[in-house]
Each structure stands twice: as C-alpha cells, then as structure tokens.
C-alpha cells in the first residue's frame, strides 16, 4: 500500500498576553488638567476650614485654629515660615493665592502632611541659601517693614556678607528693633560699643563704617 505523506505540522502561535501598558490610556493633557485641578480643589477646602466666610481669608481667629489643628503656638516661628513660604504680605493674613503657593511648595494637601512639613521647612529656612531672604521677610512683616525699610535693607546685607550667625536669637532681633527706634542712620552717630548692644549690632555697626570711610 503506498504510503502518503504526511501533512506538515503548522507550528502555533503562542497565546498574546494581554499587558497593562497595551490597555493603559495614554495620560492625556486633560487628564493631567483634571489632575491638577483636583489637587488645588483639596488646598481650596482645606483653606475654607480656617478662612473667615465673609473677607475670605484666613484672619488672625482662623490662624489660631490652624495652630490649634498643626499643635504649635501662633507665636511658633514655624508659623512665620509658613507665612514666609507663602509670601504672605499681611500679618496676621493668609489670602487664597498665598494658601496655594506655599502648599504647592511644600507639596501638601493636608493638615497631617502640612504638620510633616514644618520640621522640613524649618530646614530649609536655616539653609544659608534661604537664611538671609527668611529674616529680611521676617523684619518686614513683623516688626520693621516700612518705617526702617533703610536699616532692614542695609543689615539682610550684612547678614548675607558674614559667616558668624547662622540664627538670629530673639534677644537679638529685639536688640536690632530697639536700634531702629533709638540709632540715627544711616550715620549712627550716637552708636556707641560701650554700651550694651548685642555683639551682632556691634559687628554691623563696624561693617558700615567700613562701608561709609
């Protein structure tokens, strides 16, 4: 009997796994819009809970609250360098776009990720990069802004020029607001370093004179 050939074994193909990256959408521009949108929905509530309903923003009454939720005293310097982040232009006031800037610094949309946050932003305010731009920021919301804009100007500049103070105590920032009020400038010629001025004041007060002859 002959023998007939036999048919050649077509060889399978094997299975198409189906991969996350074959179904996943591409993120599209509105997606990421959306996105976006999301997050700043998030910082917009979490700022209604502290802003006063008929000025819109956060008073003084709405910031005690927000410490009260962060645990740290409205007199913590934290809180000065959250308004710092901010940039905040009003002491004492914290607007929606101020709100934004600072919580999209410090990536955060919570009052859990914010209180993390501080230790870090404390950090970053003692780095010398920022350490001069904190206090000039600091002299001028709190104590000094407009009235002795001249002195304020004059010592960030030093304090950027020296290397001895990587801090600037209270007794110190004191000591510089009782300058201001007391020192004629920019001649200073009723400075004298006999008196008890902080070695800091005693240290710019030379700087200048340097500066002056």
């Known amino acids: 009997m002959p023998r007939t050939a036999s048919k050649p074994t077509k060889k399978r193909s094997k299975p198409y796994t189906v991969t996350s990256s074959d ?17 700043n929905d998030e910082k917009y509530k979490l700022f209604n809970k502290y802003a006063n309903t008929s ?7 709405g910031i005690e609250k927000l410490c009260s939720k962060l645990k740290v005293s409205h007199t913590d310097i934290k809180i000065l360098m959250l308004a710092w982040k901010m940039k905040a232009e009003r002491q004492g006031y914290f607007t929606k776009a101020e709100w934004r800037r600072a919580l999209k610094a410090l990536k955060v949309d919570t009052i859990k990720k914010l209180k ?8 970053e305010v003692r780095k010398p990069l920022h350490f001069a731009d904190f206090y000039a920021y600091a002299f ?3 104590l000094t802004g407009s009235t002795f804009r001249d002195q304020v100007d004059h010592f960030v500049d030093y304090l950027k020029i020296q290397n001895d103070y990587k801090v600037i105590t209270m007794d110190q920032w004191m000591g510089f607001y009782r300058f201001c009020n007391e020192i004629s400038f920019p001649d200073m010629t009723n400075y004298s370093l006999e008196l008890a001025w902080p070695l800091i004041l005693d240290n710019f007060f030379e700087w200048m004179r340097e500066k002056q002859a």
């Open 116 to 123: 993390k946050a501080l230790p870090e932003l404390e950090k």
């Open 55 to 61: 000025s819109g923003v956060i008073d003084p009454e």
């Open 23 to 39: 179904t996943d959408p591409v993120p599209s521009a509105s997606s990421k819009t959306k996105k976006s949108s999301k997050e």
């Open 140 to 142: 001028r919301y709190c």
